[in-house]
């Protein structure tokens, strides 16, 4: 079955770095795309980040741009979020999700993992 | 970017009854393959969300049949026939014609 597990959440304050991480198992790597999606505490969902299957292309949300880089390693099924300069305003807990096909229709996201949760504090 | 607009914002359903959200969005998410790419997940409390509905009226994988979708070029809604204790959480729509994805704010859906 489909698992996402990611990694690297914790308390940083404004202007550090963090680095979260994504084991994907359970379907082909390197064939999805794979997303980042946060959640503020008791917000809604916002669409952080997109990479290709091979990693060739990238998109980012304009709240993070420049700030944030997706990549992925699919010798380790590992998917990849660097977030430099950090702001309170990140303060969220951060999903890796993957993209599917059902019935010949893409669908941007069918799995979630559990999320790591990020606070951005001083 | 597209905006996805929920209402209602909350619905405190009967066990048994039916219950009905809505979902507007900004532009028609209808694409030139003609799928219409409008989504429909649903986070319970304390877990990451999950997909229930994905282009428009298609049940994902083991979501009941309770559940259904509906809806075309701006105007979509998600049905549940009969509210179990179980459907209980925030439900979303999602829209993914253009990156960037974006969501609806969400609506909470309570037992009576």
């Known amino acids: 079955q489909v698992q996402l597990v990611e990694s690297g959440g914790g308390v940083v304050q404004p202007g550090r770095s963090l680095r979260l991480s994504c084991a994907a198992s359970?379907?082909?790597?390197?064939?999805?795309?794979m997303h980042w999606v946060r959640q503020a505490p008791g917000k809604g969902l916002e669409w952080v980040a997109v990479?290709?299957?091979?990693?060739?292309?990238?998109y980012y949300a304009d709240s993070v741009k420049g700030r944030f880089t997706i990549s992925r390693d699919n010798s380790k099924n590992t998917v990849y979020l660097q977030m430099n300069s950090l702001r309170v305003e990140d303060t969220a807990v951060y999903y890796c999700a993957k993209r599917g096909v059902e019935m010949a229709t893409i669908v941007e996201i069918d799995y979630w993992g559990q999320g790591t949760l990020v606070t951005v504090s001083s | 970017d597209i905006v996805m607009t929920q209402t209602p914002l909350s619905l405190s359903v009967t066990p048994g009854q039916p219950a009905s959200i809505s979902c507007k969005s900004s532009?028609?998410?209808?694409?030139?393959?003609?799928?219409?790419?409008l989504h429909w997940c649903l986070q319970k409390p304390g877990q990451p969300p999950q997909l229930l509905i994905y282009?428009?009226?298609n049940r994902f994988s083991g979501v009941p049949d309770r559940f259904s979708g509906s809806g075309s070029g701006t105007d979509f809604t998600l049905q549940i026939s009969r509210v179990e204790a179980e459907d209980v959480g925030l439900y979303y729509c999602?829209?993914?014609?253009?990156?960037?994805?974006?969501f609806g704010g969400g609506t909470k859906v309570e037992i009576k």
């Open positions: 999602m829209q993914s014609l253009h990156l960037p994805g974006t």
């Open positions: 990479i290709s299957h091979d990693g060739s292309n990238q």
């Open positions: 282009a428009v009226s």
């Open positions: 359970g379907f082909i790597f390197s064939r999805n795309v």
């Open positions: 532009q028609s998410l209808l694409h030139s393959d003609g799928k219409t790419y």
